[in-house]
C-alpha cells in the first residue's frame, strides 16, 4: 500500500478531482503516479494526444511507480491528516514508457492567461458552428471523418512557438486554466510542454504516445 501525504491542505483532494476528470472522458482510464522524493506526479492519458499532469508536493519522501485506475483514485477517501491511500497498481501501459524527460527544458513563451483561455474558447465556438455543415449529410464514418479534420484544422493552428493551440484546449478541459497567472510554454526534443496554473499538459511531436 503506497500513501501520499501532501505538503499543503486539501493537495490530495485536488489530485482525487483531476482523476475524477480523466475518468469522465473514459471510464477505464489509466493515471501513472511517479513519486522521487518530496514530489509526486499524477500522468493521465487524455483524448488530445497528450499527457495531463498534475504534480503535488509530498510532507513525507516517497519513491514509487505505479499504473492505477483513475476512476478508482478519483473515489479513494482523503484521510483525516489530507492522505491519499493509492488504489491496488494495474499491469504498465506501453505508453508510460513514453514520459516526458525531467530536465533540459528550454522556456519559448509566456502568454497572459486570459488570451490563452479567449483563444480556446473563439476555437470551441468555432467548432460548435461549424460542425453541423461539416458532417451534415454524411454517412456515419464519413461525418466522423469530417468532424475529425475539422477539429485537427482549429486545435493544430499554432498557439505560440510552434507549439499547437491543441495543449491550450486539453489544459483547459481538465480545469487547469483556473484563476490567475500566465501559461508558460516549454519544449525538450521532440517534446512540448504547456504550465498552466492548475496542472500541465505535455505532448511528443510525430508519435502517437497511446498505441498499444
Known sequence: MTVLVPAQPGAAADLATFAQRVARYEPEAVARIVANGSVAGCFAETPFDALALRAMA?????????VV???????????AEGELELPPALPALRWTSSLPPRSGWS?????????V???VEVGIEQFK???PEAAGGRDLRAGRAALEGLAAEIWDKELAEGVSLRLAHAAS???????SGEV???S??????????NGTIVARSGLALFAL
Open 69 to 79: 485506475e483513475a476512476s478508482t483514485l478519483a473515489a479513494r477517501a482523503v484521510g
Open 107 to 115: 522556456e519559448l513563451a509566456r502568454l497572459p492567461l486570459p488570451e
Open 129 to 131: 458552428r461549424r460542425a
Open 184 to 186: 508558460v510554454l516549454r
Open 58 to 66: 509530498l510532507a513525507d519522501p516517497v519513491e514509487a511507480d505505479v
Open 117 to 119: 483561455v479567449s483563444r
Open 188 to 197: 525538450v526534443a521532440s517534446w512540448q510542454r504547456l504550465d498552466a496554473p
Open 173 to 179: 478541459s481538465y480545469g487547469f486554466l483556473s484563476g
